[in-house]
């Protein structure tokens, strides 16, 4: 056993989560007790088999790691094909770590149903993890539509009053683009065969293929506006809010934390590599939709009286500065936008959190409800205030990393940009300061708040994890970035040359004023 997760550790870290749901089906649901702590158990395992990919992960290379490769459909050139670089590694050691934080959060929360949330949340996990470490497009798309539906489940069944509108928001959205990416998908491995006379889906294999700047456009379009419901970027956001304010706080915690961070891997893996030109032609218009999204999301938060609410929208102005790093196209903004990626789901997944800990005492998320806490509970306040600072990019905590690399890179790209995306910033400090000085500062003086209970050892285990890393990452981001630099430096450098190659052959064909054959290797 301990020979096979060691050849096959990424398809035990993706599979041993739907594997032990598939035992909870034969647990009975009276032993909801019993439910939890193997759920918590299990998930603590997949982060503990997880980390062996952290620790012995070679920095020094661009090239996939761990792979494994077998013929899955080999009629149809499917593989089953997963590996992990520079990019994904991060996004995979994000979604264990949360997971248990996720399960313990929900410990006395959940009343009902217990098994079956148990069950929808370990199907996720094995959905999220998929999505990361595919490297064949069919089986990339299966594990991408397939987490759709434990999501769907989850606000729709355990969450508030308007949870049916929410989820079936959430699910229309998104398969929306996931059918145009399909589409993209299955013409992208005709072209492969045109080029190459095989059949095949596996990513590496289409990413050898050189595509007029033409097909570039449309396969671009399909696979970038499926991702950018997913961010959500502007104007694509509006289910999000919905979506965050209806699921119960796991649900929340999850989305933030590691769903959204599909669109931003999805434009990192796909856009940038298999359609380099055109993505070079969209980078103003995808930069200026980032700018009004950090904008928009940080005003629209401003005026928020509902904590969710106000945390959701928050989540649209800082996923605008993941796609402004990308979409700066060097170094320092692609290292910034992923290293955000993971400060995003730590910050704002400790929000929500901090925000369900208080609803359960108090039942309302309204700001106005609230004053004065610190005073009544010292430990929420102190916890609430690291979480706030870390989300506004205080100096030694990891917002800061990631806003400041991003910031740079845009610089060094296009200053305008980088001087409009900065006001995001101080409204972000205006909004969430005001934000925490009204729940925390000023009198206490709503009877119901003056016997609430501080937090409990459980909660505050579920959050010192998330507040260590946030200050690893603050004080010591080296060590992340070490990880993802040289598959970063490769993906700019290669993108550049394939870019480079399109463009000659299509002056070659030009010239001739014959446009064939161009589809090459």
């Known amino acids: 056993m301990i020979e096979f997760i060691q050849n096959h550790i990424l398809t035990t870290i993706t599979f041993l989560p739907i594997f032990g749901a598939i035992i909870l089906l034969f647990v009975s649901r009276e032993k909801e007790e019993f439910i939890r702590y193997y759920t918590l158990v299990l998930t603590t395992l997949v982060f503990l088999v997880s980390l062996p990919i952290l620790l012995g992960f070679q920095s020094g290379t661009s090239a996939f790691q761990f ?135 596996d990513l590496l294999d289409i990413q050898s293929v050189l595509l007029p700047v033409r097909s570039q456009f449309w396969l671009f379009l399909a ?12 104007p694509f956001h509006t289910w999000l809010p919905d979506a965050h304010v209806e699921a119960p706080t796991g649900g929340s915690v999850i989305l933030a934390g590691v769903l959204l961070k599909m669109g931003t891997y999805g434009f990192l893996r796909f856009c940038l590599t298999l359609f380099p030109n055109v993505s070079t032609e969209f980078v103003a218009f995808i930069s200026i939709l980032a700018i009004i999204g950090i904008i928009y999301g940080a005003l629209v938060s401003m005026v928020q009286p509902d904590l969710k609410k106000l945390v959701a929208y928050s ?46 005492r108090r039942h309302t998320r309204l700001i106005a409800d609230f004053g004065g806490l610190a005073k009544q509970i010292p430990i929420f306040a102190t916890f609430f205030m690291i979480v706030t600072l870390s ?7 990891n917002g800061f990393v990631g806003e400041f690399l991003i910031l740079l890179g845009a610089f060094e790209a296009h200053k305008i940009f980088a001087i409009f995306a900065a006001t995001g910033i101080i409204l972000g400090a205006v909004y969430m300061l005001w934000t925490y000085h009204r729940v925390n500062f000023g009198p206490l003086n709503k009877d119901e708040n003056k016997n609430l209970k501080d937090l409990n050892l459980r909660e505050i285990v579920v959050l010192v994890p998330i507040v260590l890393v946030i200050f690893w990452i603050g004080l010591y981001p080296n060590y992340f970035l070490k990880k993802t630099e040289k598959s970063v430096v490769d993906l700019l450098k290669n993108r550049q040359a394939k870019q480079e190659q399109v463009l000659s052959l299509e002056k070659q064909a030009s010239s001739r004023f014959v446009l064939k054959n161009t589809f090459v290797k």
């Open 67 to 201: 792979q494994e490769k077998v013929n899955w459909i080999p009629s149809l050139g499917i593989h089953y094909h997963l590996g992990v670089d520079g990019i994904s590694l991060l996004m995979v050691m994000l979604t264990t770590f949360l997971m248990p934080i996720v399960i313990l959060s929900s410990w006395t929360y959940i009343q009902k149903r217990v098994k079956e949330y148990m069950i929808v949340f370990l199907m996720l996990e094995t959905g999220m993890l998929g999505v990361f470490l595919s490297l064949d497009l069919v089986l990339f798309y299966v594990f991408w539509e397939g987490m759709l539906i434990p999501m769907y489940f989850i606000i729709g069944v355990w969450g508030g009053p308007r949870r049916i509108y929410a989820a079936l928001k959430f699910f229309l959205y998104t398969m929306f683009g996931g059918v145009l990416m399909l589409v993209a998908i299955i013409t992208l491995y005709f072209i492969h065969y045109h080029a190459t006379g095989v059949y095949s889906f």
């Open 223 to 234: 696979f970038a506006l499926a991702f950018a419901i997913k961010v959500p970027m502007f």
């Open 315 to 360: 989540s649209v102005s800082h996923l605008g500065y993941v796609m402004l790093g990308i979409f700066a196209l060097n170094i320092k903004g692609l290292q910034g936008g992923l290293i955000q990626m993971v400060n995003h789901g730590l910050s704002t997944g400790a929000l929500f959190l901090v925000v369900g800990m208080i609803y359960e």
């Open 391 to 397: 989300s506004i990019g205080l100096p030694g905590l």
